[in-house]
């Protein structure tokens, strides 16, 4: 029986670089080979060049790929009758043929939809969310009106674009109170996010969250545990079990996520049986809500009086040995191989 030819796409023009790689590299290690030839793409980090790379995968965690020699550029087709990427040998352009791409890119240029809609007007399946669950899940601002639509609560907040008025500001900021977060619309590991304490660190994270994206939200920071939960799937879902993030102090900002230096991730969550089925439940209306499909990890807060309010939805979480997505899933009795060869087996 023929093996299929899986890609998995690592890399990317983001800020998320490095974290795509430990992903890339945490899925290559567990895809079944017996089932699937995996291939391996790398996107470069400043070109955005797409190259297939022959090497070993071990390059890939050590940011040495491209440096290998072992690189060759793939382009995608605009005729969707293909079924793979053209690449050049001998002065002949070349089919790579492809049974379903793998995205493992974290933030822009990969996780917001950009990357599936290339790949679909090719006509090459894409494992995961389609290119509206991604660019909506990506956007805080739209994710939160679509879920709130659902019933879901959710933080107050106000969008901001430039040029802002000051005093304005300053009143919607008081409006909501303090402390209180300032976040990029569209920016994932909490790169550009700033609690901010007091009217006077207003302006100075605005202007910080502005450098990564031209829409910012004031938003209310909720007096509660974040907690989540991983869903596969699209019609019948799996679920893991919810995990809680125990902070000592600030927030679970970039350094936090990737070295847990102050922190501790609690799975299952200190919860009681009906929580937890409440949250499992709750991200699944989420999930559904937003269209996604394939996996997703989807983040909420938990007050102290029990309400749960929607935070976000990672469509490509993490996927390295310590991330929280393989872990609820391993808590729920299902190992890192039996996670990826789900998401690979889904429909798509």
């Known amino acids: 029986m023929e093996k299929k030819k899986v890609v998995v796409l690592f890399g990317g023009c983001s800020s998320e670089y490095e974290v795509s790689l430990q992903s890339a590299y945490g899925v290559i290690s567990h895809?079944?080979?017996?089932?699937?030839?995996?291939?391996?793409?790398?996107?470069?980090?400043?070109?955005?060049?797409?190259?297939?790379?022959?090497?070993?995968?071990?390059r890939i965690a050590r940011d040495t790929w491209y440096q290998s020699g072992l690189c060759t550029p793939?382009?995608?087709?605009?005729?969707?009758s293909v079924q793979g990427l053209y690449y050049e040998q001998n002065g002949t352009f070349r089919v790579l043929?492809?049974?379903?791409?793998?995205?493992?890119?974290?933030?822009?240029?990969?996780?917001?939809?950009?990357?599936q809609g290339a790949l679909t007007l090719a006509g090459i399946p894409?494992?995961?969310?389609?290119?509206?669950?991604?660019?909506?899940?990506?956007?805080k601002e739209m994710a939160h009106r679509v879920v709130a639509g659902a019933g879901v609560l959710i933080p107050a907040s106000v969008l901001l674009r430039k040029p802002y008025e000051v005093l304005q500001v300053w009143a919607d900021g008081k409006k909501i109170g303090y402390p209180l977060f300032v976040k990029p619309v569209r920016a994932g590991s909490s790169f550009g996010i700033t609690l901010v304490r007091t009217e006077e660190e207003l302006v100075p994270a605005l202007e910080q969250a502005f450098e990564h994206d031209n829409m910012v939200i004031m938003e209310e920071r909720i007096d509660g545990r974040e907690v989540g939960c991983a869903v596969i799937g699209t019609d019948r879902l799996l679920v893991g079990e919810a995990d809680e993030i125990q902070l000592s102090e600030g927030f679970f900002d970039y350094t936090?996520?990737?070295?847990?230096?102050?922190?501790?991730?609690?799975?299952?969550?200190?919860?009681?049986?009906?929580?937890?089925?409440?949250?499992?439940?709750?991200?699944?209306?989420?999930?559904?809500?937003?269209?996604?499909?394939?996996?997703?990890?989807?983040?909420?807060?938990?007050?102290?009086?029990?309400?749960?309010?929607f935070n976000e939805v990672n469509t490509i979480p993490g996927f390295t040995e310590h991330s929280r997505f393989p872990n609820m899933m391993k808590a729920a009795g299902h190992s890192f191989e039996e996670i990826v060869d789900r998401i690979l087996a889904e429909e798509v």
């Open 256 to 309: 936090e996520k990737y070295s847990l230096k102050t922190s501790q991730i609690h799975v299952p969550a200190r919860v009681d049986s009906e929580t937890a089925g409440r949250i499992r439940q709750t991200a699944k209306t989420i999930y559904h809500v937003l269209g996604c499909k394939g996996f997703a990890r989807v983040d909420l807060f938990l007050t102290d009086d029990g309400r749960l309010y």
């Open 126 to 139: 894409v494992a995961g969310c389609d290119l509206l669950s991604s660019a909506l899940c990506m956007d």
């Open 74 to 80: 793939v382009y995608i087709p605009t005729d969707r």
């Open 97 to 115: 043929k492809i049974h379903k791409v793998l995205p493992i890119l974290h933030g822009k240029n990969g996780e917001d939809g950009t990357v």
């Open 31 to 58: 895809i079944n080979r017996e089932k699937y030839e995996v291939l391996y793409i790398g996107l470069h980090r400043t070109t955005g060049q797409w190259f297939w790379y022959q090497g070993d995968p071990d």
